[in-house]
């Protein structure tokens, strides 16, 4: 519908009741409607509706959202909001909560290692902190944001993954990225 009727898009989105799906929907008509300043506008609207959830991993995880819009439509104000989600995913208390959404974050400014920077240290020690298959499988997401930035920590993180196949592979991939022959 934002393509055809933004207007009304934005409108049926600003009428969604719950934050979570408001802040998505109001991220999408940012996306692909308005003028600049329009658009930051309803990318300030989707990060407080983001922030009207009540569970930390919920407000940073969808406050991903109309950052990565924000990644392309004012860059600038990124790090400031990126920031102030990590320090607001730093105080969540359940590890793999806090990893997820770190995660997001992160990979809602996908390619931009100046961002990552800003990111990527609390992620790994969420990762260091937390154990199970969905950890393994946020270690191996993350990697190759974690080789940009923080290469020291591939090693530890890499060991934190339960012993199996999935870490044997791992392993090797890391030997290859880092082969130098």
């Known amino acids: 519908m ?7 898009a934005l409108k049926i989105a600003r009428a969604i009741r719950h934050p979570w799906y408001r802040c998505q929907s109001l991220s999408m008509v940012a996306e692909h409607w308005g003028n600049a300043v329009q658009r930051k506008h309803v990318l300030a609207e989707a990060l407080r509706s983001a922030e009207e ?9 969808v406050a ?3 950052l990565r819009v924000m990644a392309s ?3 600038d104000a990124v790090p400031q909001h990126l920031g102030r989600f990590v320090e607001l995913a730093n105080r969540e208390p ?13 990979n809602s400014v996908s390619g931009s290692s100046e961002l990552w ?26 990697i190759p944001m ?3 930035v923080m290469p020291e920590a591939l090693g530890p993180l890499v060991a934190r993954h ?4 999935k870490k044997q592979r791992l392993e090797e991939s890391l030997a290859t990225m880092f082969d130098t022959r």
């Open 2 to 8: 934002v393509l055809t009727e933004p207007r009304e």
């Open 53 to 61: 959830q009540t569970q930390i991993n919920r407000i940073v995880t």
């Open 64 to 66: 991903s959202w109309p």
């Open 73 to 75: 439509v004012d860059r």
């Open 94 to 106: 359940h590890s793999l909560r806090r990893a997820d959404s770190l995660f997001a974050l992160a």
């Open 117 to 142: 920077v800003l990111v990527i240290p609390s992620l790994v020690d969420a990762l260091s902190l937390s154990y199970g298959w969905k950890t393994d499988r946020l270690i191996a997401w993350s």
């Open 146 to 148: 974690v080789r940009t």
């Open 162 to 165: 339960r012993p199996g196949n």
